[in-house]
Nanobody, 126 residues
Framework: QVQLQESGPGLVKPSQTLSLTCTVS??????????WTWIRQPPGKGLEWIGH???????HINPSLRSRASISRDTAKNQFTLQLSSVTPEDTADYLC??????????????????WGRGTQVTVSS
């Protein structure tokens, strides 16, 4: 069973860079199956997809965050990391990592988020 766990600071000051790490156990992040994904949920709001890194190592970032967000991986440690620069209070959210996979049904591609971390709360405040 794949397990994911987020780690990083719970409090970040405005203008600083947030760095969060997702540690994966139960399977290698180099699998040719999963998109290793970062998602966040601000208080009282819905989920926002941040980006992912697949087995190829080629990342995709939400266009709204592309100028500030990056995702990298450390295959030796079986970890992938989110860095979000120039944070503001609007970046306050519960940050989650997840493993997603695609399937095709009736000509339509669906993405299933099969495994989730428990989330980590990040507050941006001075």
């Amino acid at each position: 069973q794949v397990q994911l766990q987020e780690s990083g600071p719970g409090l970040v000051k405005p203008s600083q860079t947030l760095s969060l790490t997702c540690t994966v156990s139960g399977g290698p992040i180099t699998t040719n199956y999963y998109y290793w994904t970062w998602i966040r949920q601000p208080p009282g709001k819905g989920l926002e997809w941040i980006g992912h890194i697949p087995y190829t190592g080629v990342t995709h970032i939400n266009p709204s965050l592309r100028s500030r967000a990056s995702i990298s991986r450390d295959t030796a440690k079986n970890q992938f990391t989110l860095q979000l620069s120039s944070v503001t209070p609007e970046d306050t959210a519960d940050y989650l990592c997840a493993a997603a996979a695609d399937s095709v049904i009736g000509g339509t591609t669906f993405r299933s988020y099969d495994y989730w971390g428990r989330g980590t709360q990040v507050t941006v405040s001075s």
